[in-house]
């Protein structure tokens, strides 16, 4: 398992410094971010000229908390009435206090397990010490009896893998971990984010042989086919926000390169499986939200019958 790590480590830290995105389709260019952040500060400043720019700060800050109940039918009898607490996106850094605004939100909540679905910075590369002290302030206000696990974003680097374990984090590289209750036991899959670091490894490790009822954890939706291919009973991501910035009914004005509108929020369906993608909790880009809010989940899994 050492060695496996220490391969995956050096791959990303290369791939890291690459000046593409490593995609299940090849290689895909990082320039058009920096043409989208000149047209966001074009947008900034209409908001701030427009008076929009504060409204959406509030929107921004302003997460709710949802409650959802999933059944299935082969759910393992000791599991039923378990809950998931599901944060994506934190983007810690990118809204003053937002480790506060979020900790509190956890504290009123009892679940069994915590995931994180990737993306705890802002940045997408270099230092990130800035985020230690928040990042640590909402992992200390997670209560979660079976653990936190959690992958990486895109806007994460594989050296935060040692850190977040540090605060008690279990950050899941393309591997398997088991929760057990009773005589039963259900399987939480993570991967490394396919959106700029795609390796074949991820694939391969949701096509492990395992039968047990089985969650996938992805930073993005874009691996719902093989999860599904194998059997996946549910699909947890995020990396879209939602959209963060939507036009009246939520909908979506950049889709992330996610050609199918219905992976972009919330719950949706791929042959037998379920999946959810998160609006996040943090916003990237601009510090902003529109007919759309940052979330926290809550799943409850129901057994059929
Ligand atoms: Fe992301």
């Known amino acids: ?158 050296l935060m893998v040692e850190y977040e374990d540090r605060i008690g984090v279990k950050i899941l590289v393309n591997e398997t971990i088991f929760i057990e209750k009773g005589k039963d036991k259900i399987a939480i899959t993570g991967t490394d984010d396919p959106f700029y670091y795609f390796t074949d490894q991820a694939i391969m490790s949701l096509d492990e042989p395992i039968n047990n009822f089985k969650i996938a954890l992805v930073h993005t939706p874009e691996l719902y086919d093989v999860a599904a291919d194998n059997n996946y009973n549910l699909y947890l991501c995020g990396h879209t926000h939602g959209g963060q910035i939507c036009l009246p009914g939520g909908i979506p004005i950049i889709t992330h390169q996610f050609d199918d509108k219905k992976f972009i929020k919330g719950l949706w369906k791929e042959k037998n499986m379920t999946g959810y993608t998160s609006p996040g909790c943090g916003v990237s880009g601009i510090p902003v939200r529109f007919n759309n809010f940052g979330e926290i989940t809550l799943f409850t899994l129901k057994g059929k019958g």
Request: with cysteine.
């Open 1 to 158: 398992m050492l060695e496996k790590r220490i391969i995956w480590a050096t791959t990303r830290s290369v791939l890291e410094t690459n000046k593409y995105k490593n995609k299940r389709s090849g290689e895909r260019s990082k320039s058009h971010w920096s043409l989208f952040e000149r047209c966001l500060r074009l947008f900034v400043f209409f908001l701030k000229v427009s008076g929009l720019y504060k409204k959406g700060m509030q929107n921004a800050r302003n997460i709710k908390i949802k409650e959802i109940e999933l059944e299935f039918k082969n759910l393992p009898p000791s599991f039923n009435n378990y809950k998931i607490l599901h944060l994506s996106d934190l983007h810690i850094d990118s809204l003053p206090g937002l480790d506060n605004i979020i900790s509190k939100k956890i504290e009123s909540l009892n679940y069994d397990v915590c995931v994180l679905t990737g993306d705890y910075r802002r940045s997408i590369s270099g230092s990130f010490k800035s985020i230690m002290r928040p990042m640590k302030k909402v992992i200390d206000s997670i209560k979660a009896k079976d653990g936190i696990y959690a992958v990486l974003g895109n806007h994460d680097t594989y």
